[in-house]
């Protein structure tokens, strides 16, 4: 079954500072690849996902970026957070078989 | 486009009664739909999926096409219950999840 890694856990950045969260998942290849994120009050959002290496969709114009250097890591970045920043990040994946989601225990993210 | 909506940020039940969180859904053509549970200090994990038609920790979710709903349901409560509960929903098996905004369940003592 697939493990997904995500860290760090909490994280507490400046306004203007760079951002650097990372996911990688074990016990699958060619995994599907998503970044989720939770804002106070509002539901799971899909910021990116990833069919494979390099391959990234974006679901929403925002100050972030995604990255996939290999099959089983993706990258979640910013050159300079802002504070609508904030908010509760999760990594997800979607097997070969594509039977379900394995969700990352997440990344709390505060812009101060 | 696909939305997902869960009218009750926040539900509070006794222990022993049943409970209800609702979900709508739009969409137009046939989708997959999920519960997914968070407990306290967990990972967001799936609970059930319409295609299974299987009660998972005396839960029952039925989709309503008719009513573009799928409600999640259990007669009796239990305090162990108590998490965020998303639904969700998807085209096709493993691509991109569209997810509620969540329901915070609370079953009181």
């Known amino acids: 079954s697939q493990t997904i890694h995500q860290w760090p856990a909490t994280l507490v950045q400046p306004v203007g500072s760079p951002l650097s969260l990372e996911c990688t998942v074990e016990g699958t290849s060619n995994p599907n690849l998503y970044w989720y994120r939770q804002a106070a009050g509002r539901g799971l959002q899909l910021l990116f996902y990833?069919?494979?290496?390099?391959?990234i969709s974006s679901e929403v114009p925002q100050n972030l970026s995604a990255s996939r250097p290999q099959d089983r890591q993706f990258i979640l970045s910013s050159k300079k957070l802002l504070l609508s920043d904030s908010g509760f990040y999760l990594c997800a994946s979607t097997d070969r078989r594509r039977d379900g989601y394995t969700f990352g225990s997440g990344t709390r993210l505060t812009v101060v | 486009a696909q939305r997902v909506t869960q009218p009750e940020k926040l539900l509070s039940v006794f222990k022993g009664a049943p409970v209800e969180l609702k979900c709508n859904y739009s969409y137009s053509g046939s989708p997959e739909l999920f519960w997914y549970v968070q407990y306290s200090r967990q990972r967001l994990q799936l609970l059930l999926r319409h295609i299974s038609r299987e009660s998972i920790k005396g839960f029952t979710a039925d989709l309503n096409k008719g009513e573009t709903s799928f409600h999640l349901k259990k007669p009796f409560a239990q305090e162990e219950d108590s998490a965020m509960y998303y639904c969700a929903l998807t085209r096709t098996s493993g691509s991109r999840l569209t997810f509620g905004e969540g329901t915070q369940l609370t079953v009181n003592p």
């Open positions: 990833s069919v494979g290496i390099g391959q």
